[in-house]
Antibody, heavy 120, light 107 residues
């Protein structure tokens, strides 16, 4: 069965960086994309970016461009999301999700989420 | 950026009632719209993709319709486990965007 297992919760100080991993299993990693979505406490879903599992091509949300980098390691079927220069408003639950594309980009399986807290 | 506006923000209904949720796009997204359900403390779950196709394992009481700029998610008869927050998401253009969500609560 398809599973996405994310790394554990993180507490960071403002200005630091965080890197979250997302290990995929139960499907061919290179046949799908990975999307990252975050959710601030009590708020809605915010799309952060997309990376192709096939060739590593990326698309990022403009609001985060320059501070976020998505990468993959196809040898371990793992995706990574790094956010730099963390601010207090980056405190959120971060989700990875398997990305499907058939003309339409959407997410059919989700990780359990990784809570990132930014606090001095 | 395509803005998705969901209405109403909150829907108060009783089990067994019909729920109708709306998602309006600021420009056409063709049929490239998905719906997700999120329960408290859980990750979102895909319900509908391509506006009207149910995802694997989703009960038939969930249905989606619409194209262009106006979309609807209908829950024909609410079960206790359906009380949750629902989000729409467009997959037609970068950046991908989500609507603000509709909370379906018990009346």
């Amino acid at each position: 069965q398809v599973q996405l297992v994310q790394s554990g919760a993180e507490v960071k100080k403002p200005g630091a960086s965080v890197k979250v991993s997302c290990k995929a299993s139960g499907y061919t990693f290179t046949g799908y994309g990975i999307g990252w979505v975050r959710q601030a406490p009590g708020q809605g879903l915010e799309w952060m970016g997309w990376i192709s599992g096939y060739n590593g091509n990326t698309n990022y949300a403009q609001t985060l461009q320059g501070r976020v980098t998505l990468t993959t390691d196809t040898s371990t079927s793992t995706a990574y999301m790094e956010v730099r220069s963390l601010r207090s408003d980056d405190t959120a639950m971060y989700y990875c999700a398997r990305g499907r594309y058939n003309g339409n980009y959407y997410f059919d399986y989700w990780g359990q989420g990784t809570l990132v807290t930014v606090s001095s | 950026e395509i803005v998705l506006t969901q209405s109403p923000a909150t829907l108060s209904l009783s089990p067994g009632e019909r729920a109708t949720l709306s998602c309006r796009a600021s420009q056409s997204v063709s049929s490239y719209l998905a719906w997700y359900q999120q329960k408290h403390g859980q990750a979102p779950r895909l319900l509908i993709y391509d506006a009207s196709n149910r995802a694997t394992g989703i009960p038939a009481r969930f249905s989606g319709s619409g194209s262009g700029t106006d979309f609807t998610l209908t829950i024909s008869s609410l079960e206790p486990e359906d009380f949750a927050v629902y989000y729409c998401q467009q997959g037609d253009n970068w950046p991908l965007t989500f609507g603000g969500g509709t909370k379906v609560e018990i009346k």
